[in-house]
């Protein structure tokens, strides 16, 4: 029982560049969320979807745009990569709400040159 | 926007000793959580408080909801090696089932 898988775990970008973060979820979940992770900060929420066919953004948004391609995939999308972005991104699942326990993968590393 | 805050950023203890960390926040939540990460890895749910004064354990760990619903602490008693890691409290605010607040954690380290 996978649970939650993330790729890439490691990834180093340049400055402009675009890339895909890709999650999947084998627990029929129907909410995925994705955070960031900062060294000395919490996570942050970027952005969520409730359903399949729905999203929201989260608190830090910009920057960033997200797909709900199925009940079991939720991708990331950076679409020009800033040194800001560098981060540990985690995506997670939970069956409804954020307050039932949300799964989370292992993180992709991102670095932004 | 909101923040919760977490204390101790850090602590080293020796094997045995009773652990005890805190957040607090200016906001009232409906439900509190704690989570642990290990390194490399994503959190966990450890605990999950969903009424005020409500006292919950889970095998050496417990953790309360405060009576203000602004804070809530989380004990470890007899603390052994694989309780290393960092600690997060998260709350929810009433308006949002979907966001949780982080706090930036507690991280443990156990003096050899």
């Known amino acids: 029982n996978a649970g939650v898988t993330q790729t890439p775990k490691f990834q180093v970008l340049k400055t402009g560049q675009s890339m895909t973060l890709q999650c999947a979820q084998d627990m029929n979940h129907n909410s995925m969320y994705w955070y960031r992770q900062d060294p000395g900060m919490g996570l942050r929420l970027i952005y969520y979807s409730a359903s399949e066919g729905t999203t929201d953004k989260g608190e830090v948004p910009n920057g960033y745009n997200v797909s709900r391609l199925n009940k079991r995939e939720f991708s990331l999308r950076l679409e020009s990569a800033a040194p800001s972005q560098t981060s540990v991104y985690f995506c997670a699942s939970s069956r409804r709400t954020a307050v039932e326990p949300q799964h989370f993968g292992d993180g992709t590393r991102l670095s932004i040159l | 926007g909101q923040q919760l805050n977490q204390s101790p950023q850090s602590m080293f203890i020796q094997e045995g000793e009773d652990v005890s960390m805190n957040c607090t926040s200016s906001?009232?939540?409906?439900?509190w959580l704690w989570y642990k990460q290990d390194p490399g890895e994503g959190p966990v749910l450890l605990i999950a408080?969903?009424?005020a004064g409500e006292l919950t354990s889970n095998g050496r760990l417990t953790a309360q909801f405060g009576i203000t619903r602004k804070d809530s602490f989380l004990n470890i008693s007899a603390s052994i090696p694989s309780d290393v890691g960092i600690y997060f409290c998260?709350?929810?605010?009433?308006?949002?089932?979907?966001?949780?607040?982080w706090g930036a954690g507690t991280k443990l380290i156990i003096k050899p």
């Open positions: 998260a709350g929810q605010l009433p308006d949002s089932n979907y966001q949780l607040i």
């Open positions: 408080l969903y009424k």
């Open positions: 906001s009232i939540f409906n439900t």
